[in-house]
């Protein structure tokens, strides 16, 4: 595709229930990065993906938080046991290389009721 | 901790008149990016400036960057009502080489018809 698809662009789910969040990075895009941001903040940095390894999970916020990249490409953020305050944007970003431009999706709107 | 900081955290100013957004940073960067997002969704990338650069522009932007204050501005000359939006610095840790690029909180720009 041309840029950068996240699905589905809206969630609404009940408290406890799991959630499955999806990247589409542009193609050829080594690295994919995953970011939150809660109404009027900024982003909150929370898994970074080089190829298919993450070298750095430092971000995710609790046990519940899981991600994967198969096949260097699609990327799923599983948030198990969903509570409110996971409510936010979740947005998806990819970029030829780690320090490159990154190109941002439109992100996932989740919120926890 | 946040790598980057965007000061002032709002601004409210005239069309016709110039933006200044200032962003600073506490460790070594391989280069530093500012970003616009407009409506709380996916970022556009603006503009890059590379460690050894001082000064780069783009159509009515100019950045500049001081690797000694660790520091970086974001102007907008002549700014149009198009222009408000929320602007983010990010820059990309040299301290190992899987660090990740790291988004500050942002400025929020209004710019008045």
């Known amino acids: 595709g041309a840029g950068v698809s996240q699905s589905p662009s809206n969630k609404v789910t009940e408290k406890g229930k799991d959630v499955e969040l999806r990247c589409d990075p542009i193609s050829g895009h080594t690295a994919l990065y995953w970011y939150r941001q809660s109404l009027g903040q900024g ?8 190829g298919n390894s993450a070298p750095d999970k430092s971000g995710l916020p609790s046990d519940r938080f899981s991600a994967e990249r ?3 490409s699609v990327s799923t953020l599983t948030i198990q046991r969903t509570q409110q305050e996971d409510s936010a944007v979740y947005l998806c970003a990819s970029s030829f ?6 190109f941002f999706g439109q992100g996932t709107r989740l919120t926890v009721v | 901790s946040q790598q ?16 200044t957004m200032n962003c600073s940073y ?3 960067i391989n280069n530093l990016q ?5 409506s709380g969704r996916g970022l556009v990338h603006l503009i890059l400036i590379r460690s050894n650069e001082r000064e780069k522009h783009s159509g009515r932007l100019r950045v500049t ?5 660790k520091s970086s501005s974001l102007l907008i000359t002549a700014s149009r009502a198009a222009d408000t939006a929320s602007y983010f610095c990010a820059t990309f840790d040299m301290k190992t080489s899987y660090d990740k690029v790291i ?11």
């Open chain 1, 43 to 50: 982003l909150e940095f929370l898994i970074y993906f080089q």
């Open chain 1, 70 to 72: 198969t096949g260097g």
């Open chain 1, 97 to 102: 290389s780690a320090d490159g431009e990154a």
């Open chain 2, 4 to 19: 980057g900081e965007e000061d002032p955290q709002a601004l409210s100013i005239q069309e016709g008149e110039n933006a």
């Open chain 2, 26 to 28: 506490k460790t070594s």
């Open chain 2, 34 to 38: 500012w970003y616009r997002q407009n």
């Open chain 2, 65 to 69: 960057l001081d690797t000694s204050k």
């Open chain 2, 103 to 113: 988004f500050g909180p942002g400025t929020s720009l209004s710019v008045i018809p």
